[in-house]
């Protein structure tokens, strides 16, 4: 059965949740968005958009009214969540969370990660609250591609990055955004638990090569050692994230990528990357991210979130 009741989102413009409103306005869903800048929230005119922060609870009061369901993103310090819950569960009936694959019986997502701490702790409130719930869990996004190689690509053509061959399954964003939304409005995912990836399992320097031929650029994979890459990203990212990272690089080398079917079990169908770096084509050579609107890029390095993380990436809004 679809529900029609509104839906809010938390996150409602970051590149997750900027997608489910959109999911859910194209199933002709209610939506309210919650945002601490509704003034610059840029979502369509069919949205009701809401001041609120989940640092202070007694903000989402407000926007708590009448909503039968909540999409939460969690991209702040951990203080706050179980008033936030509480919150929650007073309110509202059903909560999909974006949650990480922290419980994934695969080495690359079992590394130590403070993020995944902290994922787990909410997961644990929102049961003992007594919550219909859902958990949606990506591995690594297609869109880290921006952030992590994308300049360097516009700029001389060359990827330096650690580990070429080990391998992950790059997941859409919209893909992901489209699981969340299902879940949220129709019945028969109460108590789900899904961990989603894209359809096939491509090494780093896979990855640079299919960007290469899909945008018809030459474009060469550097290898750098453990060490080079903690050089290359000295000052500019947080030297655990770069610790974890390299830990769930090297811990994966020699095998596969974790991948499952639920996208396509969920949703009909599933993107491959390729798909994913032919839509957004332009990011990798005019200058322009290609995603959210005006093709600007934001990005925040939360301690610790991600993987819009996806997983163990910083998280771009």
């Not at 990660?113 to 859902?134: C, D, F, Q, W, Y």
């Not at 790059?170 to 955004?177: G, H, I, K, Q, S």
């Not at 090569?209 to 000052?235: C, K, Q």
């Amino acid at each position: 059965m679809i529900h029609t009741m509104r839906v809010l989102v938390t996150g409602a413009t970051g590149r997750v949740g900027r997608a489910v409103v959109g999911s859910l306005t194209a199933a002709g869903v209610p939506v309210r968005a919650l945002t601490r800048r509704p003034e610059a929230a840029a979502l369509p005119a069919n949205v009701e958009v809401v001041a609120g922060d989940l640092t202070v609870p007694e903000s989402l009061d407000a926007a708590l009214y009448d909503v039968s369901a909540v999409f939460l993103v969690w991209t702040v310090p951990p203080a706050s969540a179980p008033a936030v819950v509480e919150r929650l569960a007073a309110r509202a009936r059903r909560v999909v969370f974006l949650s990480s694959p922290h419980q994934t019986p695969h080495p690359f997502f079992r590394q130590p990660n403070p993020m995944a701490v902290l994922h787990a702790g909410i997961e644990r409130l929102i049961a003992a609250a007594g919550l219909e719930s859902t958990i949606i869990r990506p591995g690594m996004f297609a869109s880290n591609t921006l952030f992590w190689w994308a300049p360097a690509i516009r700029a001389d053509g060359v990827v330096r990055w650690p580990y070429g061959a080990a391998e992950t399954a790059p997941v859409d964003d919209r893909d992901v955004a489209a699981v969340a939304a299902r879940t949220l409005y129709e019945d028969g995912y109460a108590g789900g638990d899904y961990v989603l990836t894209g359809p096939e399992s491509l090494s780093q320097a896979e990855q640079v090569s299919i960007i290469g031929d899909v945008t018809g650029r030459r474009i060469r994979f550097e290898e750098l050692s453990p060490e080079e890459f903690r050089g290359e990203t000295a000052g500019t990212w947080p030297r655990p994230v770069v610790d974890m990272l390299l830990d769930a690089w090297a811990a994966t080398m020699g095998r596969p990528a974790y991948v499952t079917t639920t996208v396509p079990d969920i949703l009909g169908s599933v993107r491959p990357f390729r798909q994913w770096i032919a839509d957004h084509a332009t990011a990798f050579t005019d200058g322009g991210l290609g995603i959210g609107r005006s093709g600007t890029r934001r990005v925040r390095l939360v301690r610790w979130r991600t993987a819009d993380s996806g997983w163990l990436t910083p998280f771009v809004t």
